[in-house]
């Protein structure tokens, strides 16, 4: 799925495709600050801020999106896992506009689940965890997890995806994923938190989306 430069963060209200894709576009956008916001900010626009707590910079991460940017030289494709360089840091170079955002779409059987920490309702995420996965033959296959807010930028965590994969679904599984995230992590400290606490919010986020997985 193609998205240009222009649009905002509210046409992800209603699945704006038919594939589990939408619905997880849908599920994330209504967690992007508040709707006034919503209504003018842009999906592209917050790629390129690359704020760590970024919602959508953590979908780019978490699904491998292809980032597409343009100057007066021409266009080129940019891996998400390319194109955050850090905290409100990508490798665009000066010259460059990030003019669209390729999401690729997902197997029609695959599940996925969201959960971010947060103050207070709107607030930027100080933890966030996307993922997906498929259950085949009662296993689970092709895991992902991405963490958000908690480091430098968003990223798929490929410790906390292999306890995931080819065992079956549960709470068990999804307390050992959560647990191997947290300790995979390079956490982010501040006035408000110290890296014990950081592990434990992604810890929680984590255990949380894969619990709404199911």
Not at 48 to 64: G, I, N, Q, R
Request: hydrophobic share 45%; charged share 25%; net charge positive.
């Amino acid at each position: 799925m193609q998205r240009g430069a222009r649009v905002r963060h509210a046409a992800f209200h209603k699945p704006v495709v038919d594939n589990p894709l939408g619905q997880l576009l849908t599920v994330v956008a209504r967690h992007i600050a508040h709707y006034p916001i919503r209504m003018r900010g842009t999906f592209c626009g917050s790629l390129a801020h690359a704020d760590p707590a970024s919602e959508w910079c953590l979908v780019a991460a978490t699904l491998d999106a292809t980032l597409v940017a343009k100057s007066t030289r021409g266009a080129r494709e940019i891996a998400a896992k390319d194109f955050f360089a850090g905290i409100m840091s990508t490798t665009l170079a000066e010259d460059e506009l990030l003019v669209e955002a390729r999401l690729p779409l997902v197997a029609k059987d695959t599940k996925f689940g969201f959960n971010e920490f947060t103050r207070r309702a709107g607030d930027f995420a100080m933890a966030a965890s996307l993922v997906t996965y498929r259950v085949q033959g009662g296993r689970i296959a092709d895991a992902r997890i991405g963490v958000g807010g908690a480091e430098a930028s968003p990223r798929r965590i490929p410790e906390a995806e292999a306890c995931l994969n080819g065992n079956a679904s549960g709470k068990a599984v999804f307390v050992t994923a959560a647990e191997s995230a947290a300790k995979a992590i390079d956490p982010l400290e501040d006035h408000q938190t110290d890296a014990h606490y950081r592990r434990d919010l992604v810890r929680a986020v984590v255990r949380r989306a894969l619990e709404q997985s199911v």
